[in-house]
């Protein structure tokens, strides 16, 4: 991204997604009531959280999916809670996974991953079909290219929309509790994909159910409840020494 | 589906921001959807529509031909096939001549009906309400009206350089009849493009994907398919509604079986055979379409 370093000022050093006193309301009901942290290049954080906390809405202002009503989001120092903000440069940037895959379902799983790369960044057809193999190979799924959506499991599903994601060439990825709609079985083989991508180096923020997951591999976990983080930290201290009694009292239904 | 998000271009009563409004949201689309249907004349011809109507015609001809007064006249059978070629197809009037004006005014209504519904999803606002009225107006008004407006309001002729070209008039009924169905197929694509999941907006629009693309590439082949049987539904519709015409003066079949009837000195016998046999036609005509949107529907899986 060197016209974004250009404008931006934004050095790797510095954090790749910056939260400031994030607010955020659906009608009278605030959802994020002053989030604040940074993401480094190459980190991993998990959000987790009771449901209705807000951590769903929160990783998706970043990728301008929801707007912020005050506060300052920034990725690689270009701010999102601009007006003038260019949503599709941002997006370039950001890749973003669902909890229900959202595969197009009239496009073959390769075609699905080559879409956006070939439409949207206008990319070589023929170098774009390399990659896009290439994911599918990554995100174990050869010889389901030609496979629709609909013969896909949920967890193959899952797959090539990481692939779809990925074929972006993002520098952060958002995971949106992407195994809750998934049987415990194939919530291994997303997760498996996810570990490999972290250990890639790929920044990833994930929201996220799976406790042991987030232990394993976040360098750093928050804890959101009704719009706050009320607790933060690496996993070891996080697991071991969690403060709050919110954190305490989630954690024990949890693990 | 995620709460939260809107479509950018479709207005409140579809979408909503509240999560703890989700379930009547859930309700609201579930009865829109209801009313949606309902608000749709849904064509239903079964087989047995088809004999009853071919029994009444029988029915009708044996009764006619027992009324028979005078000793001399043909019966009312030889009658009707005498005059058969002049209300089917002769001069390319008659029974063809609904289905020219049925194609012509499908076509016209298709397209236009197309940009309108598209148009009812704009994310300019002005745009959508205007669409949206014009939807409403031509979707609400009775088609005979809408016909008579349309027969009176244009010119019977119109001057393009040196020459005058006539306007028929089956050329402004094809006109009259594709206002309602572009007004109705504006509907369906709205439906149809309200039918795809959120979700998919939602991840081509996180895939960078501009509005445009989203519609294009994403949204409305998903549609495609949806909007055959309601497409083919609205065409039988309207293939029936073309004797609406006549009254106009239109050389379409039930015009010409009255003219044919009075050439016959206007003999009351003939009125049931005469009229049973058009109805007979039009359901030869409209029965294949009928029974082919049922299967295309439980094919897609779609309600109209």
Known sequence: MPDSIKTTGWTPEQPMVALRDVHKSFGNLEVLKGITFDVMKGEVICIIGPSGSGKSTLIRCINALNTIDRGSITVEGQEVNDPELDKLELRKKVGMVFQQYNLFPHKTALQNVMMAPLHVLKEDPAEVEERARKLIRKVRLEGKEDSYPGELSGGQQQRVAIARSLAMKPDVMLFDEVTAALDPETVKEVLLTIRELAEDGMTCMLVTHEMGFARELANHIYFTDRGVIVEHGPPQSFFKEAKDPRTREFLSQIL | ?304
């Open chain 2, 1 to 304: 589906m995620k709460p939260g998000y809107v479509i950018p271009g479709v207005d409140a009563a579809a979408a909503t921001d509240m999560p703890v409004l989700l379930p009547v949201a859930e309700r609201l689309s579930r009865e829109t959807g209801r009313q949606r249907r309902e608000g749709v004349w849904r064509l239903e011809l079964r087989a047995w529509h088809g004999f009853v109507l071919f029994a009444v015609f029988l029915l009708s001809l044996g009764v006619a031909e027992a009324q028979v007064e005078t000793p001399g006249d043909r019966s009312p059978l030889a009658t009707l096939v005498r005059w058969i070629p002049f209300l089917l197809w002769q001069n390319g009037n008659g029974f063809v001549l609904n289905l020219i004006i049925s194609f012509l005014a499908m076509a016209i209504g298709t397209v236009a009906g197309a940009a309108l519904g598209l148009g009812q999803i704009s994310i300019f606002k002005p745009v959508r309400m205007i669409c949206w009225s014009v939807t409403q107006l031509f979707r609400n008004s009775p088609w005979l009206v809408l016909l008579f407006c349309i027969m009176l309001l244009l010119p019977f002729e119109i001057e393009i350089g040196d020459t005058v070209y006539n306007i028929p008039d089956w050329m402004k009924a094809v006109i009259g009849f594709s206002l309602p169905i572009m007004a109705n197929l504006s509907e369906v694509v709205r439906g149809a493009v309200l039918s795809i999941p959120t979700g998919q907006w939602e991840s081509s629009e996180a895939l960078a994907f501009s509005r445009i693309q989203q519609l294009w590439m994403i949204v409305l082949p998903q549609c495609f398919k949806r909007m055959i049987p309601p497409w083919m539904n609205w065409y039988a519709i309207l293939t029936m509604a073309t004797p609406l015409c006549s009254i106009m003066g239109v050389e379409e079949s039930v015009h010409l079986a009255q003219q044919a009837m009075a050439a016959e000195d206007s003999r009351p016998e003939l009125l049931a055979p005469f009229y049973s046999f058009l109805m007979v036609m039009f359901f030869l005509y409209c029965y294949p379409i009928a029974r082919w949107t049922i299967r295309l529907e439980r094919k897609y899986v779609v309600n109209i």
